[in-house]
């Protein structure tokens, strides 16, 4: 009579289900919630790492959750996954948060003399990503063309300036990512006119 075999049962050591997760951006102040699939043999325990620094002791928790984010959160987060087989790390994702302060400075006046370039900077905003830049005058949409102009980092520069090129400039910030949106303060821009005087003797 042929004999029953034996059920044998093998330690197997931790794996994961799911490749490292690609770069997310998500929204200052929402709920984050990370997940560490993992398998192998009971019991499992998983610890969550933050740029090289642990974060938490190993549990068996193997999800990470941030219920409401701060800018300070943004960085590389990996799940470690030990049992008595041994353990391993994966990069789970690179976290970005997106955000968008106030702009800090105040308004500003400039005076250019008449036939010299304005050169105008943005006035500063704290934002991520980078916001697109809207330049206005009096309340008007600044359109380049061959005497104004908007370098790559958003200067308006005026060339041959006139009397007319005066006014009131600001500009409008959109963070494309949050849907925020933030005009600046006015940079208020005068034109020197010089009148040469003609002496009749």
Partial sequence: ??????????????????????????????????????????PLEFKWIRNSSDITEYTPEYRYTITSLKREDAGVYQCAVRNRMGALIQTRADVRVAYMDNFAELEQRKTVSQGRAAVLNPPAVTSYPR???????DGFKIIPNHRVAITLDNQLVVLGTAAADAGRYYVQAVNERNGENKTSPSIYLSIAVFWSQIVFI
């Fill in 131 to 137: 916001p697109q830049v809207t330049w206005f005058r």
């Fill in 1 to 42: 009579m042929e004999g029953l075999d034996h059920l044998k049962y093998h330690d197997i050591a931790p794996y994961f289900k799911t490749e490292a997760g690609a770069a997310q951006t998500h929204l200052e102040g929402n709920r984050l919630v990370l997940t560490c699939l993992a398998e192998g043999s009971w």
